[in-house]
């Protein structure tokens, strides 16, 4: 499953006491988590105003992305114990600012911490920790925030979503388990298109190389939410990569150039780096899928690679390797047999061909049985 394709929120649910409930589905490294969202506790509410600009002012009352936010994370059992430390950290770089609609944080940096291949929460709990909203740290901490305000806080229900998820942290073991989150300040940030073509380029980039660092690490779920952020974010950049391109081919002489441009233009990819960066996050992408036993996306997500670069040996590798997955013995023989006229002598494409003329060989021998039974 795609993780890109999972945060789907369920609005208009209420419990018990007619709270209303947000739900959705949240990735981690230990895999997928069902996320019940309930508000415990109302944040600053100020009037919000049309800013006039085209944009909603609401935006400055919710962390955005590229948002630093100041949370607290707290598992339920634990709040007791934590409340006092918690309330008590952070304050040298908080600045509330009561005249303005968004309480800011001054001076400060995103808290530095690892993923962790054994935590689904993936925060320090009881502290205050300042996240950076749209990196992906920890999925369900930053889905909670995006909608909250200033001061408010809610409980969150987490389950794990199919048998295979096992958390080892003694303080998680009991399933499902309740947490609470904490909105201290934020940074104010922007809607994705809002973001200047090359602002959204570098948080490409950065999805891009964060992803390769967590496939490294084991951190499988982790990579392929990197991947698919930052196919979200490029898929954006497809006009204004266009029209940077149209202009180049218009401006043929320096003095026709704007001055001012070459400056934008080198905050872009140019057509060939844009259309080569798509595809290889679509094989990486594959590549996840394939490591998580979701044939079906990898399949379609190589095929995508291979219609940008039909040139990229990994796409078709991690084609024929879901192809054969699946059971498509000749859509597998093709995609190695395209291999293999680019890359000659592969010994992978050699050994996975041989593998599937054994397994035809064997298929065709037990379909001869069955209809020697049947006809004897």
């Given at each position: 499953?795609?993780?890109?394709?999972?945060?789907?929120?369920?609005?208009?649910?209420?419990?018990?006491?007619?709270?209303?409930?947000?739900?959705?589905?949240?990735?981690?490294?230990?895999?997928?988590?069902?996320?019940?969202?309930?508000?415990t506790h109302k944040g600053?509410?100020?009037?919000?105003?049309?800013?006039?600009?085209?944009?909603?002012?609401?935006?400055?009352?919710?962390?955005?992305?590229?948002?630093?936010?100041?949370?607290?994370?707290?598992?339920?059992?634990?709040?007791?114990?934590?409340?006092?430390?918690?309330?008590?950290?952070?304050?040298?770089?908080?600045?509330?600012?009561?005249?303005?609609?968004?309480?800011?944080?001054?001076?400060?940096?995103?808290?530095?911490?690892?993923?962790?291949?054994?935590?689904?929460?993936?925060?320090?709990?009881?502290?205050?920790?300042?996240?950076?909203?749209?990196?992906?740290?920890?999925?369900?901490?930053?889905?909670?925030?995006?909608?909250?305000?200033?001061g408010e806080k809610c409980?969150?229900?987490?389950?794990?979503?199919?048998?295979?998820v096992s958390v080892p942290?003694?303080?998680?073991?009991?399933?499902?388990?309740?947490?609470?989150?904490?909105?201290?300040?934020?940074?104010?940030?922007?809607?994705?298109?809002?973001?200047?073509?090359?602002?959204?380029?570098?948080?490409?980039?950065?999805?891009?190389?964060?992803?390769?660092?967590?496939?490294?690490?084991?951190?499988?779920?982790?990579?392929?939410?990197?991947?698919?952020?930052?196919?979200?974010?490029?898929?954006?950049?497809?006009?204004?990569?266009?029209?940077?391109?149209?202009?180049?081919?218009?401006?043929?002489?320096?003095?026709?150039?704007?001055?001012?441009?070459?400056?934008?233009?080198?905050?872009?990819?140019?057509?060939?780096?844009?259309?080569?960066?798509?595809?290889?996050?679509?094989?990486?992408?594959?590549?996840?899928?394939?490591?998580?036993?979701?044939?079906?996306?990898?399949?379609?997500?190589?095929?995508?690679?291979?219609?940008?670069?039909?040139?990229?040996?990994?796409?078709?590798?991690?084609?024929?390797?879901?192809?054969?997955?699946?059971?498509?013995?000749?859509?597998?023989?093709?995609?190695?047999?395209?291999?293999?006229?680019?890359?000659?002598?592969?010994?992978?494409?050699?050994?996975?061909?041989?593998?599937?003329?054994?397994?035809?060989?064997?298929?065709?021998?037990?379909?001869?049985?069955?209809?020697?039974?049947?006809?004897?």
């Amino acid at each position: 499953m795609d993780p890109g394709q999972y945060f789907e929120e369920l609005q208009g649910t209420e419990d018990d006491d007619g709270v209303g409930v947000t739900s959705w589905v949240s990735v981690c490294p230990r895999g997928l988590w069902k996320v019940q969202k309930k508000r415990t506790h109302k944040g600053n509410q100020q009037t919000v105003f049309n800013s006039g600009d085209g944009a909603s002012c609401s935006s400055r009352y919710y962390p955005r992305l590229g948002s630093l936010c100041q949370v607290q994370v707290q598992l339920q059992a634990n709040m007791d114990e934590t409340e006092s430390l918690g309330s008590e950290k952070g304050n040298e770089k908080l600045s509330v600012q009561p005249d303005q609609s968004v309480t800011e944080v001054t001076e400060a940096k995103a808290t530095a911490f690892p993923r962790c291949q054994d935590s689904v929460l993936q925060v320090p709990l009881g502290d205050w920790t300042t996240l950076r909203l749209g990196e992906g740290q920890c999925d369900i901490t930053e889905a909670c925030v995006e909608g909250m305000r200033v001061g408010e806080k809610c409980e969150i229900l987490i389950s794990p979503v199919g048998p295979d998820v096992s958390v080892p942290r003694a303080s998680e073991e009991n399933l499902p388990f309740s947490a609470t989150v904490e909105l201290r300040a934020f940074t104010p940030g922007q809607e994705s298109w809002q973001m200047p073509p090359g602002e959204k380029w570098q948080w490409v980039k950065s999805h891009k190389g964060r992803g390769g660092v967590r496939f490294r690490s084991g951190d499988v779920w982790g990579a392929a939410d990197s991947y698919s952020r930052a196919l979200k974010l490029l898929i954006t950049l497809h006009v204004h990569v266009r029209e940077e391109e149209k202009k180049g081919e218009e401006q043929d002489t320096e003095e026709q150039r704007d001055p001012d441009a070459d400056d934008k233009t080198q905050q872009l990819p140019s057509a060939n780096e844009f259309k080569t960066s798509k595809a290889e996050l679509h094989s990486n992408l594959s590549l996840c899928q394939l490591k998580l036993n979701q044939p079906e996306r990898a399949k379609a997500s190589a095929a995508k690679a291979t219609q940008l670069e039909p040139g990229g040996t990994k796409a078709w590798y991690r084609m024929g390797q879901a192809c054969q997955m699946l059971n498509e013995l000749e859509e597998a023989r093709q995609a190695f047999r395209k291999l293999l006229e680019l890359q000659p002598e592969s010994p992978a494409a050699l050994k996975a061909l041989k593998d599937i003329a054994r397994r035809e060989k064997e298929r065709n021998a037990q379909l001869g049985l069955r209809l020697s039974k049947m006809f004897s």
